[in-house]
């Protein structure tokens, strides 16, 4: 077990000492099922992302991804996150998770495989990314991983961690947990198309021109 940044890891099953946390706030409720009362999807994507690519110079992690640019591509599929890491010797590992909040959306998503063509097609993982106990380990299915994450207290949290399958993180300021519950199979995949390229370019693009601006890190005094 490490610790970065206040930041609990571990990538092995056991018990792990847990420091004492502040509770979370009213406004982030926290239900039965952790995380599973009105938890968004950005809430989510954010945990994803500071827990598993919070290495900038490593990882891109693109959300709301359209495979495709252009107007006869309107209608293109869109990825909830696409992380694509960037050394070498990871063989440039990419990894698509789709986020789900709700049973019937996952449902109705089993019900659709060709939905998820698109991701499978560029990615070497693809993961479901869920509320702890949104849904069953034999609902996954085999091609699939799954990933809990949400908002816990720290007692919580002592339950959560026994459902682990080779990672979770927790960071007890925030209360925000991140849990692989299935590993997601290595699948060998082609390497992305200039189109697909294009598209990643275009969505850092837009996520930089939405960026709000620094403050300057020296100001001028005006002298009369």
Not at 138 to 144: F, R, S
Not at 154 to 175: I, K, N, V, Y
Not at 180 to 190: G, K, S, Y
Request: charged share 25%; proline share 8%; with cysteine.
């Amino acid at each position: 077990m490490s610790c970065q940044n206040g930041r609990e890891l571990c990538k092995h099953g056991g018990d792990a000492y847990l420091p004492p946390v502040r509770r979370i706030p009213h406004r982030a409720k926290v239900c039965h099922n952790p995380g599973m009362e009105a938890t968004p999807a950005g809430l989510l994507l954010d945990i994803v992302e500071g827990a598993m690519h919070a290495a900038r110079s490593e990882w891109l992690f693109l959300r709301e991804l359209r495979v495709g640019t252009g107007r006869r591509n309107g209608n293109a599929q869109r990825l909830d996150a696409f992380a694509l890491n960037s050394l070498p010797h990871t063989a440039m590992k990419r990894i698509c998770y789709e986020v789900k909040t709700s049973r019937p959306d996952f449902l109705a998503e089993l019900k659709q495989p060709l939905k998820r063509r698109i991701g499978m097609r560029y990615s070497n993982e693809f993961y479901f990314v869920t509320p702890a106990r949104l849904v069953e380990i034999a609902e996954i299915p085999a091609e699939c991983g799954l990933i809990e994450a949400g908002l816990a207290t720290s007692e919580e949290w002592r339950h959560l961690m026994t459902r682990q399958a080779g990672f979770f993180s927790f960071d007890p300021g925030t209360g925000k947990y991140c849990i692989i519950r299935v590993p997601a199979p290595w699948r060998d995949t082609p390497g992305p198309t200039w189109q697909l390229l294009a598209a990643m370019l275009r969505n850092q693009y837009r996520a930089l021109e939405e960026k709000p601006p620094a403050p300057p890190a020296q100001q001028r005094l005006a002298l009369e």
